[in-house]
């Protein structure tokens, strides 16, 4: 099913590209605004696709988990730079802060990558001037090690009874930001469900206007069959 809707939808987003190029080298420079609009529309339906099928799989209780020994550090490292493309003629700063010792963890990197990267991509979607900063450390708690990870922004805030539905399926609070920065909804329902598959748990605390923090709480020795099992 995955197969059959991404690979047409991957030759539309590919095509449309190639042409708009083609068009400008062409002298055709007043159709390319017309098929970057084919490809936008294209790489947006496509992210709804993936989250769709991440959503109906996790559902389904058939998602996998791979665990492995990682760098945390490094991956927060990663995320960062991925996102800092899309931010580069916009007026925030992005900050990583990790604690020394921060140390490596148990889990499913590319899991925890996919959280990271939706609270990022969130942060950079919704501040419009400021600071996004990734704070990340070890904590104890009942007996076990965690890892937090936390992602600070200055941008648009969320209201006191909105954060109340942030985590349901195809939550948007606004949906005229989503027209001007795209989005699906889904991102924060996968992230927490993620979460959770892997032994922890993902908050937030926001004031309107003022900025929000989405906190993540992973276990260093995480993903107990039983866990991922109840989750
Ligand atoms: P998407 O970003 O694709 O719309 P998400 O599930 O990731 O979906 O987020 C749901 C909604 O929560 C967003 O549409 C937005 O209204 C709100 N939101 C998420 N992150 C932030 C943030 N950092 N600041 C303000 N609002 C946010």
């Not at 600071?131 to 209201?159: N, Q």
């Not at 930001?177 to 996968?190: F, N, P």
């Amino acid at each position: 099913m995955s197969h059959e809707l991404r690979t047409p939808l991957n030759a539309v987003i590919g095509y449309s590209e190639m042409l708009a190029d083609d068009a400008v080298a062409g002298g055709y420079a007043g159709i390319e605004p017309d098929l970057r609009k084919i490809k936008a529309a294209g790489t947006h339906l496509l992210s709804l696709i993936n989250e769709v099928l991440d959503l109906s799989k996790i559902e389904a209780g058939k998602v996998e988990i791979s665990a492995a020994q990682f760098d945390v550090a490094t991956l927060i490292e990663q995320a960062s730079a991925a996102v800092r493309p899309s931010m580069n003629d916009s007026n925030i700063t992005l900050r990583v802060h990790c604690e020394a010792g921060l140390g490596s963890m148990y889990s499913d990197e590319v899991k925890v990558r996919q959280v990271l990267m939706n609270l990022l991509s969130n942060a950079c979607k919704f501040t419009e001037k400021g600071s996004i900063d990734v704070m990340a450390g070890r904590i104890e708690r009942a007996g076990a090690a965690w890892i937090k990870i936390a992602v600070v922004d200055t941008g648009i805030g969320i209201s006191a009874e909105q954060i109340e539905k942030l985590f349901a399926d195809f939550y948007q609070v606004d949906r005229s930001t989503t027209r001007k920065y795209g989005g699906t909804g889904l991102g924060l329902a996968i992230s927490r469900r993620f979460c959770h598959l892997l032994g922890g748990e993902i908050t937030v605390e926001s004031r309107l206007h003022q900025g929000s923090i989405f906190t993540v709480l992973l276990p260093v020795q995480g993903v107990a069959q039983e866990m991922a099992a109840s989750a």
